[in-house]
């Protein structure tokens, strides 16, 4: 599965969770999450290049523990797991 893939997985599952998927040119290193006026919004930063908005996007997403509910393709699981920092032991870690 490649970045654009999971993106798109990611995205998804936001906006199946309720949030508002706004996407906006930011400057090339912004985006994240917030509630503005009682609405969740997950904004995605336009010129950023696409590991950037991978990787905010996951960071924004990480801590909402209602995603843990739903399904996701291992390789993006993997990811979010990376990002709240609790990341599986590799094979080789004793």
Not at 45 to 59: F, H, I, P, V
Not at 84 to 93: H, K
Request: with cysteine.
């Amino acid at each position: 599965m490649d970045l654009h893939e999971r993106m798109e997985v990611l995205l998804r599952l936001a906006e199946e969770i309720g949030l508002q998927v706004r996407k906006e040119p930011l400057g090339g290193e912004g985006g994240g999450y917030c509630v503005l006026r009682g609405k969740r919004i997950l904004f995605v930063d336009t010129t950023a290049d696409a590991e950037a908005r991978y990787e905010t996007t996951l960071a924004a997403l990480a801590p909402l523990s209602e995603l843990d509910r739903h399904y996701l393709p291992p390789e993006v699981r993997l990811d979010l797991e990376r990002a709240r920092g609790s990341e599986p032991p590799s094979e080789d870690s004793p």
